[in-house]
């Protein structure tokens, strides 16, 4: 065996090394000392592994560095690791279990039945940051997997033991432990090379959790951390952290006092007279756009008897998250409020005989839905029980999908867009279980890229993972802390038309069967509130905001010029408060802007004399004062809707299409 083997780099050249050096060595002297010292670990093979590892055959490498999200994983992971020793270098009773990565950090479980309060997390976090400071290396072994139990026995590890046993259990011979600073831990790895390579370690809280997730066994606790490259990309995840508390829909559906829960009526909200305005806005706005792109608003019951879901599958699949209902006539529970929309729509098109030529034919409802979510997972508007969505289904002809496609993509563009958040597109494609042949995924496929070519937009590729049923896209939004939400979906439905046989008569008199749309670009309005609440901090753009201008006077000598202002606005259809408060001017600017009003409208003498107001517009900015008639003027140009049309009318002059 000749002792030079042959190392593949990413960028196709190839280095010829000693058999057995080790990676940490062979990037260093044979790529260079830069790359040596910014590496965490390196993948051979595809594999991610230690860089104290050796190469002992011909390989592909590549270096996982640490400004990769690669890379971030590794540091995060080690960083699991220092904390759990940290905690039993300070509490030797305490029994470690499982650390694994999370979204933006990691955390560990412990098996510590006294529980550690704020001032014990102070002092693991001292013993952290001191380990990370002493650059203990992490140092791998390969032991049999009967020793290994033996190891831990010893050490009255119960929960090791046990994970041991299962890895024996499914065939496992032999596992590797890592140490550092005399600490062992049961691990696959890869690791930093040392505890210093770990820059900045946070200890965010305590959590309690269960052993393997189940109730029944041990109470856990859970440290959560985060970890990071730079005190400065800590502190900016710490800001992060800190707006999205402070923009918390809850806390903010509170303070603006937009709607609230009670426990008589689990999962289900009560919105208050601002929080219906703002429900209503978006119902309408989006109401508006379906109605202008040929859609027919449909209404359906909300109750059906299980005849309809057995059609649909849902009997079977879906009942537990369905509410069934008592059918007092026949004693048994065999009707349910309705999960969604579809199946109704579909009988909704089935009563009727409709030509190839009024296809596509387009229903749109916002009926109420239920869905039975466990309690437990209950939370704000974002996860609910009862909820309504901007629900639509398109029937229509195989040719017509590429092009009702783009004009659904084209909707949904303007209609993000407007609110200001960015998205990205994703098309699912055929899973392994699925019905038709693959001529008919061919053309399904086919037809969703082309439209989504044909917009000129990039899009990922989700191999697998459509509905067994037809392709879909997906929109991912990105609100602006940057977080991603899941929001509209254009999904192709080969299998209801078969199961509801519904048909069209096509240009040979015969019957035919048509394809359907699912789609929703807000998906669920109580969601959708919720990122918007989320997404704009509670300031909301003057069209969305439940209440666009407050009058405020500077004192009680003005109110009766700022009465009839208040009425003006009120009569001319803008949502306007008047404070009547006795209360200092300042204070009741200051109270405006914290109800992120959008306009509190200053009426003094000046303006009382002169007829007009004065409007200050929420970020502080003081505009002129000005006549009724030419603030209505402003509101009204701000009400519109910005995802609407703009058409041009018949004279030429570009107008907003609203009914
Ligand atoms: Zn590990
Ligand atoms: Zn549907």
């Known amino acids: 065996m000749s002792d030079q083997i042959h190392v593949r780099l990413p960028d196709g050249s190839v280095k010829s090394t000693r058999r057995g050096i080790r990676i940490a060595d062979f990037v260093r002297e044979e790529i260079g000392p830069g790359l040596a010292r910014a590496a965490v670990a390196a993948k051979v093979d595809g594999k991610q592994i230690d860089l104290s590892r050796t190469l002992d055959r011909d390989a592909s490498l590549e270096v996982i560095t640490a400004s990769t999200d690669e890379g971030l994983e590794v540091i995060r992971h080690s960083a699991a690791h220092i904390v759990a020793s940290a905690v039993q270098r300070l509490y030797p009773d305490a029994q470690v279990t499982i650390g694994p990565v999370v979204e933006d950090g990691f955390y560990y479980d412990f098996y510590y039945p006294k529980g550690f309060t704020p001032e014990d997390l102070e002092k693991i976090q001292a013993e952290v940051d001191r380990i990370v400071a002493e650059d203990y290396p992490f140092e791998r072994s390969?032991?049999?997997v009967d020793e290994a139990i033996e190891l831990f026995k010893g050490m009255g590890e119960d929960f090791k033991v046990e994970i041991i046993e299962d890895l024996k259990a499914q065939g496992e011979t032999h596992v590797s432990l890592y140490r550092h600073a005399g600490w062992v831990d049961l691990c696959r790895g890869p690791h930093v090379p040392s505890t210093g390579k770990v820059p900045v370690i946070r200890l965010m809280h305590v959590a309690g959790a269960y052993w393997r997730g189940d109730a029944k066994k041990p109470q856990l606790q859970r440290i959560y951390g985060t970890a990071w490259r730079t005190k400065k990309e800590l502190e900016d995840y710490l800001h992060r952290l800190e707006e999205a508390r402070k923009r918390d829909h809850r806390k903010l559906g509170r303070e603006l006092d937009l709607f609230m829960f009670h426990p008589y009526a689990p999962g289900a909200v009560f919105w208050t007279g601002k929080g219906t305005t703002l429900y209503r806005l978006l119902g309408d706005a989006m109401r508006k756009l379906v109605l202008a792109n040929g859609y027919q608003e449909i209404k359906t019951p909300l109750l059906f008897n299980?005849?309809?879901w057995e059609i649909s599958g849902h009997w079977g699949k879906y009942k537990e998250n369905m509410f069934l209902v008592l059918d007092s006539e026949s004693g048994q529970h065999d009707f349910s409020l309705k999960p969604m929309n579809c199946p109704s729509h579909h009988l909704f098109y089935a009563a009727k005989r409709h030509s190839y030529r009024e296809l596509p034919v387009r229903y749109h409802t916002q009926d109420v839905l239920h869905r039975n979510e466990p309690s437990g997972t209950l939370g704000g508007l974002t996860?609910?029980?009862q909820f309504a969505q901007d629900d639509a289904h398109i029937y229509l002809r195989e040719d017509q999908i590429t092009d009702e496609v783009s004009r659904l993509t084209e909707m949904i563009d303007r209609c993000?867009?407007?609110?200001?958040?960015?998205?990205?597109?994703?098309?699912?494609?055929?899973?392994?279980?699925?019905?038709?042949?693959?001529?008919?995924?061919?053309?399904?496929?086919?037809?969703?890229k082309k439209a989504l070519d044909a917009l000129g937009i990039s899009y990922g590729i989700k191999e697998g993972d459509g509905a067994f049923y037809g392709p879909k896209i997906d929109y991912e939004v990105r609100d602006s802390l940057g977080r991603s939400w899941q929001l509209g979906t254009i999904q192709l439905d080969y299998a209801a038309p078969e199961r509801f046989d519904l048909t069209y008569v096509g240009e040979d008199n015969r019957p035919h069967r048509p394809v359907v749309i699912h789609r929703a670009i807000f998906g669920s309005f109580e969601r959708f509130v919720a990122i918007l609440i989320e997404h704009y901090a509670g300031a909301f753009p003057v069209w969305l905001a439940p209440v666009q201008a407050r009058v405020v006077t500077v004192s009680d000598?003005?109110?009766?010029?700022?009465?009839e202002v208040y009425e003006r606005l009120l009569a001319a259809g803008i949502r306007a408060e008047l404070d009547e408060r006795p209360d200092k001017l300042g204070a009741k600017i200051r109270d405006a802007q914290l109800q992120k009003i959008p306009y509190a409208l200053v009426v003094g003498d000046r303006e009382v004399e002169s007829r007009t107001v004065a409007p200050r517009r929420l970020g502080g900015e003081n505009l002129e004062?000005?006549?009724i008639d030419a603030l209505v003027e402003t509101l009204l140009a701000e009400s519109r809707i910005p995802f609407?049309?703009?058409r041009v009318a018949a004279n030429g002059a570009v107008r907003q299409a609203q009914p």
């Open 142 to 144: 390969l032991i049999p």
């Open 306 to 308: 299980k005849a309809l």
């Open 625 to 627: 004062a000005r006549s």
């Open 383 to 385: 996860r609910v029980r």
């Open 557 to 563: 000598r003005q109110l009766p010029w700022a009465r």
């Open 644 to 646: 609407l049309e703009e």
């Open 416 to 448: 993000y867009r407007a609110f200001g958040l960015e998205y990205s597109v994703y098309l699912s494609t055929r899973p392994e279980n699925r019905i038709g042949d693959d001529a008919m995924w061919d053309r399904a496929e086919g037809s969703l």
